[in-house]
């Protein structure tokens, strides 16, 4: 056993190995980039490394920073967490050569998994279903269209190195692949440092069902359960559960044993985790990808099997045996897990909404877990994914699993800054999702947020409205009905108009100016709203915090309805925001690299005559 792990990650995955290491009486070292150096991470860490800078390329995805932090801590081992380096076979390595050791699976199974086209190929061999797909990385938009045209849309491009929805863009049909080529390059390169990207036949309406897997350096390789991940919006999982629900015997055993072919074929050691597209009314199943690392969602797995897959991960590093040496194991009880992002969900936006967390206090009762990367008084910064934690809830039913998830997110308090959770009780409560009718495009085609979340400050209680402060709310929304629509990711949202055309740039807060900002957020919001702004302007304004990456039109240019104006980056995702009228081009203010805030006037469209 090691006596001392570096943790090369931040947020809720790193506080999770951290106390896993205590546990296991294992030293811990928590490396942070420079707006990091407060974080939980590094408070509960025995030691802390600084790897100067701010954006993730130069910290937390700079190998030789993390393994020279490693070394002269007297660390033994590396553990990755998930993203940034975690499925990177150069770095695995690197580890090893630097004589530590990396806690996950060999650099060639990492290599034969991690670039999604080869893992196609091994999946083949292994005699695991699959969809039709590019046969290697492709390189121009002409080959989207070519692969449109000889197999149908919708396809998916997607990076050959990524996971986790990044650097994938859905295409519906020839017109968008252009810039959906692109833009999956784009993002795929700033998530994983990489831009190759591939193609696969979209299965419009199945479910994403997924393996995990596990495997020692003593010949044992076993599949430990599966989860079910549909509810999805832009790719991105919402809500998580364990066992998936309304499969057969027959193919959830054939999904398991299809999992540790494929790991076997590949010389796997540790947790990794087998993704599928099932067609659940058929018995069929497609593999989709295999993730060389820990899931952000192995918490469901924990509670359903009593396992802790943290510390089988160094266990198994270390040279030991798996606790579980058998497939298959009969899972007690159902588990859901709840993804908390700092994101403002009012009118089913979804807006990326970082900032410091003035309150945070998590519900105590049977079968509820919380397993968070922040903490009262600390600060969801904008440089990265904007996972807050991830509210895990255990009961012997999945019905009654459901009723103890509502009454988890309902008692979670969370202020100072927006979440998702108004979107999980939607969720958790919609009948489709308590019947388990759902497939990946269930949430964003067949649940209309937008009109089950209000705006921020409508009230929704018809007995409050005549309450003082409700009044006030009342008012101030009067005056936000002019407000400008924008198209964010296809979808129309509302953004008050800004009370002059200022563009606004965006630094981090500083540690010591955190407490005495939370509390005043919500008055200077209120100060900051426009007042009767003219509607129908054409006016482009940020509907969240971002950076702009790129601008795809100039001042004079006649654009239509719906074409992608500019592309704002937010905590890792692309956000493209378009035109909501056709017209000219009259201004044009923001530039690329330019971080503003919600709200900021980017340019404006003067409407076309007629």
């Not at 700079?62 to 932090?69: G, T, V, W």
Request: proline residues 6%.
């Amino acid at each position: 056993m090691f006596s001392k792990i570096l943790v090369a990650n931040r947020g809720e995955i790193a506080v999770r190995v951290i106390r896993t290491c205590r546990e296991l009486g294992i030293g811990s070292v928590a490396v942070y980039s420079d707006p990091d150096r407060d974080s939980l991470h590094t408070r509960l860490a025995d030691e802390a490394a600084a790897l100067d800078g701010a954006g993730a390329k130069d910290t937390y995805l700079d190998q030789n920073k993390i393994i020279a932090a490693a070394v002269a801590s007297g660390a033994e081992a590396i553990h990755p967490g998930y993203g940034f380096l975690a499925e990177n076979a150069g770095f695995a390595r690197a580890v090893d050569a630097a004589g530590l050791t990396f806690i996950g699976p060999p650099a060639a199974a990492i290599e034969a998994m991690g670039e999604k086209v080869a893992a196609r190929e091994t999946a083949g061999t292994a005699g695991v279903p699959q969809v039709p797909g590019s046969k290697g990385a492709i390189t121009t938009v002409d080959e989207v269209v070519e692969f449109g045209r000889q197999h149908g849309y919708p396809l998916a491009i997607k990076a050959s190195y990524g996971g986790g929805g990044r650097g994938m863009r859905t295409v519906w049909n020839e017109g968008e692949a252009a810039e959906a080529f692109e833009a999956a390059r784009r993002e795929s390169a700033a998530a994983f440092g990489r831009d190759e990207v591939y193609i696969e036949r979209y299965l419009a309406n199945a479910r994403h069902v997924e393996v995990q897997v596990f495997a020692d350096t003593h010949g044992t390789v076993v599949w430990l359960g599966d989860r079910d991940c549909s509810v999805q919006r832009r790719h991105q999982k919402l809500v998580e559960e364990a066992p998936a629900p309304g499969l057969s015997p027959r193919l959830r055993q054939a999904m398991g044993e299809a999992s540790v072919r494929l790991a076997s074929a590949v010389g796997y050691v540790g947790a990794g985790t087998v993704e599928y597209l099932v067609e659940a009314e058929r018995d069929a199943f497609y593999f989709l990808e295999m993730n060389t690392r820990i899931q952000v969602e192995h918490p469901v797995t924990e509670e359903t099997l009593g396992l802790d897959l943290i510390a089988e991960q160094i266990r198994v590093a270390g040279g030991g045996r798996l606790s579980v040496t058998s497939s298959g194991p009969s899972p007690r009880g159902h588990a859901i897990e709840i993804r908390v992002n700092a994101e403002d969900v009012a009118e089913g936006a979804f807006r990326p909404s970082p900032g410091p967390v003035s309150t945070l206090r998590v519900p105590v009762r049977p079968g509820v877990r919380f397993d968070g990367g922040y903490d009262t008084g600390d600060e969801v910064l904008p440089y990265y994914d904007s996972l807050v934690g991830k509210l895990v809830v255990w009961a012997p039913t999945r019905s009654h699993a459901i009723e103890r998830a509502l009454g988890a997110v309902a008692e979670l308090q969370i202020e100072g800054i927006p979440t998702t959770l108004p979107a999980a009780t939607v969720i958790l409560n919609h009948a489709d999702f308590q019947n388990a009718r759902i497939s990946t495009r269930w949430l964003e085609h067949e649940v209309d947020l937008p009109a089950l979340l209000p705006a921020p400050g409508v009230a929704t209680d018809p007995d409050d409205s005549d309450h003082p402060d409700h009044a006030d709310q009342a008012a101030e929304n009067d005056e936000l009905l002019d407000r400008q629509e924008v198209y964010v990711g296809g979808r129309l949202y509302r953004i008050p108009l800004p009370a002059a055309p200022t563009l606004t740039a965006v630094a981090a807060p500083s540690a010591a100016a955190r407490n005495g900002t939370a509390g005043r957020r919500r008055g200077e919001a209120a100060a900051r709203r426009p007042k009767k702004a003219a509607a129908g302007t054409g006016a482009l304004v940020s509907p969240m915090q971002g950076t702009v990456i790129k601008i795809n039109v100039k001042e004079g240019d006649l654009v239509e309805e719906g074409r992608v104006v500019l592309v704002l980056e937010a905590m890792k995702m692309e956000n493209p925001i378009r035109a909501a009228i056709a017209g000219t081009v009259t201004s044009l203010l923001a530039t690329p690299g330019l971080v503003v805030s919600t709200g900021t006037l980017l340019g404006e469209i003067t409407p076309s005559a007629g």
